[in-house]
Structures are given as C-alpha cells and as structure tokens.
C-alpha cells in the first residue's frame, strides 16, 4: 500500500494554467463591470465599493493564513503612498474614463501601462538600462497608441478628456510600481500583508472622499451593485490571491503574460455584451500596443524577483507581475 503524498495546498488544487486564465478573465471583465457599475453609482462609490470588497477578501486571506500586518510607521506611510497611486487614483480615474469612453478603449489604454513604466524606469531606476530592442519597443508601443486614439484623423469622434483619463491612470500604475520597489523591497512582510494593508489604507482614503464629492443614490440598481461588489471581490480581492499562487510556482516572468490577454478580453466582452462598436484602427493599434510592451520587457526578466502587490496591478517591468484593472 502506497501514501498519496501531502495533500497540495488549496491555492494549487487547479493547474496553474486553468488559474491564468481565470486570472486573464477576471481582469479583462473589470473593464466592462466598471462601465455597468458607473451607470447606477458615481465614479467614487464604484471605486470606494470595490476597494471596500476587495479589503474583505485580502482581510479573510490574512485571517486563514494567520499573516501578520507588517510593522514600523516608515512602512505604513510608503504603504500609504502606494495605496493611493497604485489603487485609489487609478480606480477613479478610470471610473471616471467610463463615463464618456468604451470600456474596450479603458481596457487598451490599461495596456499602455508597460511602457509607461520602461519610460520611466530609464530616468527612476539605474538598474534599468535602455537597449536598442526596448527603445524600439517603446516607439512601437506608442505608435499603437496613436493607432489606437486615429491621429491621423485629428482624434475626431473621440472623448478627449475620458481618453486622458484612462491613459493617466495607466501611468499611476506605472509610477506607482516603481515607487514600491524603491520604498517597500526588503521589508520582510509578505507579498500578502503589504497587498491587503495598501488596499485597505486605499479604502480609507475613498472613505474620506466619496463623502465630499457624492450623494446617496435615491435608489440602488441590482445590476450596477453586482458589478461593483464581482468587481471588488474578484476583480481586486481574488484575483490578486490567484496572481501571487501564480507567481509563486511559476514565476513572475511567466504570470506577467496574462497583460497581453487583457486587453483581448477587455475588448470582446465590450463589443459582444455592452454592444461597443469597434473601427479597425482599435484592434489593430492594440496589437501594436502589446508587441511594443512586450519588446520592453526583452532582457529584463533575467533580473527580476518576486512582485510587490497591486494591481493594478498591471506585469513588466516595473509592474513584474501583472496587471490589474
């Protein structure tokens, strides 16, 4: 008689393949949940819900897992920062983008994050050098960008204001992850705590906000309340429980693919169920968009360690895991 061996934790119980993809669904539907969420609550209270449902998941994980919060003002205070570029303004901005653009277009900009971070990394991190490879990756990637947004049509029949939103909370991403990784590297916390702490200090700061700029809905819609509560708890709690159990057995190299299927799936569930239209120049500016992210990334995953929590997110570098809508 033989043993069947320990049994394997829960997070591993499915192939990690089965959780990527559910990791790439999850995160490419937020787009569209925003949108459904921004048509029966405004803007803060979409974010203000999903960080407030997301906290609940990250706090129940803590609680099982018997993780501690990590310790030293210096810390809270970095972690205060982080919550607010990485979760708190980038949520907003694009609850605010919905309003006026396709969530298939918030989707495609939330793509634009890699190369915001390789732009930036080239005058923030020294470790960071520019190559040939990358440069052209970042010309590439921004001439998807304009593809994308039909420059040469002087970007006529696009929300300008919504579009610049969008873009800039993509580069809150971008920002934000570099300062995790000169501020919160080494704190001896794990990737777990730090996540469910900076969420969670994000939703304080929505719980100071919402008030100021808001008023109760006179009624609340059963669709728009299951779009922020999925959008919390699976979009900003869950999903980040399955990016680091992704991380953890196969790197982070391989988890940062799920970015280029954002985008995608973004894309797919805008047109087949909220009816968005779609010009040529949007799937083939994506596609621009993501090569160019991808030619970023070449040489740097040789130095790459395990990723600091959301997100947003966001995948390469400086967000080495993924990203997150």
């Keep these: 008689m033989t043993s069947a061996g320990p049994p394997r934790p829960a997070s591993r119980l499915l192939d990690w393949r089965v959780r990527f993809g559910a990791l790439a669904l999850i995160w490419g539907f ?5 949108k ?23 706090a129940v994980a803590l609680v099982v897992k018997r993780d501690r919060l990590p310790r030293g003002a210096r810390v809270w205070g970095h972690l205060t920062v982080a919550a607010f570029l990485l979760n708190a303004l980038p949520f907003s901005l694009f609850a605010y983008a919905e309003l006026t653009i396709p969530s298939t277009l918030a ?19 020294s470790e960071d050098r520019p190559t040939r490879v990358r440069a052209a990756g970042l010309g590439i990637g921004f001439v998807g960008v304009l593809t994308v947004l039909g420059a040469w049509q002087g970007f006529s029949g696009l929300d300008v204001t919504g579009t610049a939103l969008a873009l800039l909370a993509s580069f809150s991403y971008a920002v934000g992850w ?42 609340v819609e059963l669709l728009p309340l299951l779009a ?17 159990g992704i991380v953890a057995e196969v790197g982070p190299t391989t988890a940062s693919m799920v970015t280029y299927f954002i985008p995608v799936i973004a894309t797919a569930a805008g047109v087949t169920l909220l009816g968005e239209r779609l010009g040529w120049n949007t799937p083939v500016g994506a596609f621009v968009v993501l ?18 929590p959301e997100a947003r997110e966001p995948a390469p570098a400086p967000r080495e895991s993924a990203t997150c809508a």
């Excluded at 971070?117 to 991190?125: E, N, Y």
């Excluded at 160019?292 to 790459?304: F, I």
């Design 30 to 34: 937020s787009f569209l949940l925003i």
């Design 36 to 58: 459904v969420g921004t048509e029966g609550f405004a803007p803060f209270q979409v974010t203000f819900g999903r960080l407030l449902f997301g906290t609940a998941v990250l």
């Design 107 to 125: 989707g495609i900009c939330n793509a634009t994050t890699p190369l915001w971070g390789m732009l930036l990394s080239l005058v923030a991190l």
């Design 178 to 219: 570099i300062y995790v990784r000169r501020t919160l590297a080494g704190t001896g916390a794990s990737n777990l705590s730090l996540a469910g702490s900076q969420v969670g200090l994000a939703t304080l700061q929505l719980a100071v906000v919402t008030p100021l700029f808001t008023s109760m809905p006179e009624s």
């Design 228 to 244: 922020v509560v999925a959008l919390g708890a699976l979009g900003t709690g869950y999903a980040m429980l399955l990016q680091y």
């Design 291 to 308: 090569a160019g992210a991808a030619l970023t990334q070449t040489r740097a995953s040789r130095r790459r360690t395990a990723p600091l």
